[in-house]
Structures are given as structure tokens and as C-alpha cells.
């Protein structure tokens, strides 16, 4: 049944692709400048990378991204738990989260860079900034969502905190937890490129912008697709795992 | 002291109040022995659900005093099954794994991954509901929902068994097949049970004594012997004098005090 309608699914996306590719390859031939390389020319370049290379960068931007979305997720359920679950931190907490949503995070970029340095942690630091606040508020009203009722029977058997944020709470929240990440994730990997502009020899940001310097275009647009993957390859993870913990909604 | 401590629940001087000031349950007062089972029917909001709230340790806070041979019932050592007006199961868990949540709570050492299985099997085969282990709540019937929280209060033993209107969302006959299951079941695992009906056949078969629940808060609840039906062979009380006798009398309390 799945399978069965998976298939016009990928088939779907393959022609979308085919059709993108063809566009670009209008576009090529109307421009025919070298800022605008045909596919042919950037599939190529592709394939001559080195795939130690390859596994390098994206191993690098891969590990980024999961530290940073580790990180949030691991605070954010944290505060948005208590947020949830205690009217009193909700009380507390809720001001100080209605005041910071609304700065840009992205323009923290350099604050940030000041206090940590152009290292690894305030890239990953940003990252997590930018998905940490989607996180709280979405846990918070996942959480405030779940029905008294739903803790009933256990509260009966006297069940532990523990037993209850195990079996009621953080499934009852998963569902918006992933929907939230799935619209963070675009901007977590925009973020990633402006921090791997500077301070690292490894990652996505850092070989498209390379490639740029070097004016080496098709290598340029080689690493944009590359980066494309990564993010496609990340939503897929995304709805595995929706596909997975959700399947009780079906 | 051997009195006190097999006294089974007793209910003294208890009344509710919801946070909105309004009385939810008038004064209740009774004593149902360890080992017995009552039946309670009353109108619609006459705080059937509250009471056993009350009991199962879900409200904060109440007036009167709730007493479990001697002991508060919310002592650690005695356990509550309950069946929810709503089911309360779990969306997010299968069948098995809302039995199975319940009953690793209930027993965290001891007892063998394969005991713990099959005594869920056993229980989901008894409400004739094996073939449904694997599915979701969301994608059951309310009479299925109501056998898989039967079946789960059932699993974990407890030494109090709460049910309210278990059986409100079956058919006729799966509801007279039911109650003979359940009546079977309770007869070789007797906890010290109340349920919740409002159907007064039901309150009848069920029953060793019948609560009758008053419509006015300031009322309090008729109490009614029923051990006269509850002892005979189950089969044979719907067509028995005293079955009839009996909702005779019900209805004649329900006119005066509903
Ligand atoms: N959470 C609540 N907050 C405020 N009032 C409540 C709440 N739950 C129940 N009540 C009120 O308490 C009273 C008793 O409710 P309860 O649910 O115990 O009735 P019931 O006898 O179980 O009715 P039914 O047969 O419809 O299930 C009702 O007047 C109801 O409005
Ligand atoms: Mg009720």
C-alpha cells in the first residue's frame, strides 16, 4: 500500500529535477557566459572531486547541524517542559521568551563570534540559537496541548515523573517537536553557510566560497548541489522519523 | 485491629468541590468490604465520575476522608485500577504497550519479560480482543477502547478496581457477553471493585449493593442490598422475581430522587 504510493512519489520529484535541470540548461545556453555553467559541465565537476574531499565537507556541516539541533532540542524541551507543565515557570519564563523571539538571530552573528570565537562553537552556538526558540514555544504549547486526562490512569498507579515525561509527555509533544524542526532545519542550514565563511577549512560554506575565490564556477555550483543534498537528505531523515513516531495518527 | 484492617474502603463524609466553588458530589458515606463489589447509578452529573476520581487519587483536593483497610488510599502500597469514563489510553502506544506500561509501572522488579506477555495475551484473549495487540487506540471502536482499559486494569491486579461506565459503548449483546466475562473474572481476581452505570440492569447484574446517586447536591445516596441477586448463577438472574423485584424498587428511588 506505501509502496505502492511511494513510487509516483520519487517519480514525481525525478521529473521535477529533470525539469529544473532543463531550465537551467535554457538558461545556459541564453546566457552563454561563464558565470552560468551548463549541468553537463557542473555534473562533471562533481564527479571529479574526491570523494575523501566530499565526505570531508559534508561530514563536517552534517556533524555542525546535529550538534546544533542536539543542543536546542536538549534545552528547549528542557524549558519548554517547565514552561508547560508549571504555570509558575510559565509565568516566570514566558516575558523573557516573548521578548527575544522576535530578535533576528541571525544578526547575533557577530556577538556571538566576540564572546566564542571564529571556532567551532559559535557555529554550532548559532545554530542552536536559531532553532532553540521554535523549540522552547513549540514544546511549551505541545505540551500544554495534552489533555489532563491523557496522565489519568497513571497518576492512579502512581506512576514517577520520569514515567509520565516517558510514556505521555514527550510523545504527546513529538509530533510538534518535529514539525518545528522540519521549518527550522532550512534556516539552521542557511546559517550553517554564513558561519563556514570564516574560521574553518571544512564545510559546505567553506568550499562553495572557495570554489568562488578561485573563480573555479562549476566547482561553485557543484558544492551548491552538494549542499542542497545535504539539506534534502536532512528533511528525508526528518520525515523518517515522523514516519516513524507518528504512526498512531494514521 | 483485625477489623480495621480488612474494613475494605470506606468513604466518610465526602464531598467535592470543583475549583469553580460548585458542588460536584453532595455528602457520600459507605463502606464497601474488601473483596466486594457495588454498583452506582445516578442522573448525569450527579458526581458518579467524581467519586471514583476522588478515589483514584486524581483530585487534590477534597472534604471527608478516604480509607482503604484503614489506611488512606493513597498510600503507596494500594493499588488502583481504573477505567476512565473516556477510556484513557494512550494514542501513541498500541494495545499491548498501554497493558504493558501500566503493568511495568505497576511491577518494576521481578516478573520475567515473558510473564508480563503473556499475562497480556491472556487478558486481551479473555475480552476477546487478541487479534487487536498490535493496533493504535485511534483506530479502534469505543467498545474496543473500553475492553483494552478493562483488560489493562485487570493486568495489573490492583487491590482496588475502578469502573466507570465500561461498558457505555457496546451493542446489547456484546454488553450481556461482557458483563459475564467480567463477572467471571472479578469472581477469580476480587478486588474491592465499584462501577459506574447507568444502566440499571447492569447496576442489578452486577452489584452486591446498589448506590443510587441523588440529583440533589444536598441529598445523599440510597443504598440498596442486592445480594439476593448478585448470589444467584448469572445466567438465571434477568429472568428471576427478585431481578425484577429489585428494579422495581430502583426506579421507585430514582422518581424520588432524581
Ligand atoms: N474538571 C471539572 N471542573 C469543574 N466542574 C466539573 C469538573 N468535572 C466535573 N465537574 C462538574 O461536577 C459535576 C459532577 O460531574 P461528574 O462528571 O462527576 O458527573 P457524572 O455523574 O459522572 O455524570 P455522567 O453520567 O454524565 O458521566 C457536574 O456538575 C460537572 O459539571
Ligand atoms: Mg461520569
Redesign the interface.
Known amino acids: 500500500m506505501v509502496k505502492k504510493r511511494r513510487l509516483p512519489h520519487l517519480l514525481r520529484l525525478l521529473f521535477v529535477f529533470l525539469c529544473m535541470n532543463l531550465v537551467w540548461y535554457i538558461a545556459y545556453l541564453l546566457m552563454n557566459h561563464p558565470i552560468l555553467p551548463s549541468p553537463g559541465a557542473v555534473y562533471e565537476a562533481m564527479f571529479h572531486l574526491g570523494a575523501k574531499d566530499v565526505a570531508l565537507n559534508v561530514g563536517y556541516s552534517l556533524l555542525r547541524i546535529f550538534e546544533g539541533v542536539l543542543l536546542a532540542l536538549l534545552i528547549g524541551l528542557l524549558i519548554g517542559l517547565l514552561m508547560g507543565r508549571s504555570p509558575l515557570w510559565n509565568r516566570l519564563l514566558d516575558p523573557v521568551v516573548y521578548l527575544t523571539y522576535p530578535i533576528p538571530k541571525i544578526a547575533l552573528l557577530p556577538v556571538v563570534m566576540l564572546f566564542f570565537g571564529l571556532g567551532e562553537t559559535s557555529k554550532v552556538l548559532m545554530i542552536m540559537l536559531i532553532l532553540l526558540f521554535q523549540v522552547i514555544i513549540s514544546v511549551r504549547d505541545g505540551v500544554k496541548a495534552i489533555p489532563e486526562?491523557?496522565y489519568?490512569?497513571?497518576?492512579?498507579?502512581?506512576?514517577s515523573a520520569g514515567?509520565k515525561f516517558w510514556?505521555?509527555t514527550l510523545?504527546?509533544a513529538?509530533s510538534v517537536i518535529l514539525s518545528t524542526i522540519r521549518i527550522s532545519l532550512g534556516t539552521a542550514i542557511s546559517v550553517l553557510f554564513f558561519t563556514e565563511i570564516y574560521g574553518t577549512e571544512h564545510g559546505m560554506g567553506f568550499f562553495i566560497m572557495d570554489a568562488w575565490l578561485r573563480l573555479d564556477y562549476p566547482e561553485m555550483y557543484a558544492g551548491i548541489m552538494l549542499f542542497s543534498l545535504v539539506g534534502f537528505v536532512l528533511f528525508l531523515l526528518v520525515d523518517v522519523l515522523d514516519y516513524k513516531?507518528m504512526?498512531?495518527?494514521r | 485491629m483485625s477489623s480495621l484492617r480488612n474494613s475494605g474502603l470506606s468513604i466518610k463524609a465526602l464531598q467535592v468541590e470543583y475549583k469553580s466553588g460548585q458542588k460536584a458530589l453532595g455528602q457520600v458515606d459507605f463502606t464497601l468490604p474488601e473483596h466486594g463489589i457495588y454498583t452506582i447509578i445516578g442522573p448525569s452529573g450527579s458526581g458518579k465520575s467524581t467519586l471514583l476520581r476522588a478515589v483514584a487519587g486524581l483530585l487534590p483536593d477534597y472534604e471527608g476522608e478516604l480509607l482503604f483497610n484503614g489506611k488512606s488510599v493513597h498510600d503507596q502500597e494500594t493499588l488502583i485500577g481504573l477505567v476512565p469514563q473516556n477510556y484513557g489510553l494512550l494514542p501513541w502506544k498500541t494495545v499491548r504497550d498501554n497493558i504493558r506500561v501500566a503493568m511495568k509501572i505497576t511491577r518494576p522488579v521481578g516478573g520475567s519479560r515473558e510473564a508480563i506477555e503473556a499475562d497480556i495475551t491472556h487478558w486481551l484473549q479473555s475480552m476477546g480482543i487478541a487479534e487487536l495487540a498490535g493496533r493504535y487506540p485511534l483506530s479502534l471502536s469505543g467498545g474496543q477502547q473500553q475492553r483494552v482499559a478493562i483488560a489493562r486494569a485487570f493486568a495489573i491486579r490492583p487491590a482496588i478496581l475502578l469502573l466507570d461506565e465500561p461498558f457505555s459503548a457496546l451493542d446489547a449483546i456484546t454488553r450481556e457477553a461482557l458483563q459475564q466475562i467480567f463477572l467471571d473474572n472479578w469472581l477469580t481476581h476480587p478486588a474491592t471493585a465499584l462501577f459506574v452505570t447507568h444502566d440499571v440492569e447492569e447496576a442489578i447484574l452486577l452489584g452486591q449493593k446498589i448506590v443510587v446517586m441523588p440529583s440533589a447536591k444536598h441529598d445523599s445516596p440510597e443504598i440498596l442490598d442486592n445480594t439476593a441477586v448478585f448470589a444467584m448463577k448469572h445466567e438465571k438472574k434477568r429472568d428471576s422475581d427478585e431481578f425484577f423485584e429489585q428494579s422495581k424498587r430502583i426506579r421507585k428511588v430514582m422518581l424520588a430522587k432524581w
Open positions: 486526562s491523557t489519568d490512569v497513571l497518576t492512579s498507579i502512581g506512576a514515567q510514556n505521555v510523545p504527546g513529538l513516531f504512526k498512531w495518527r
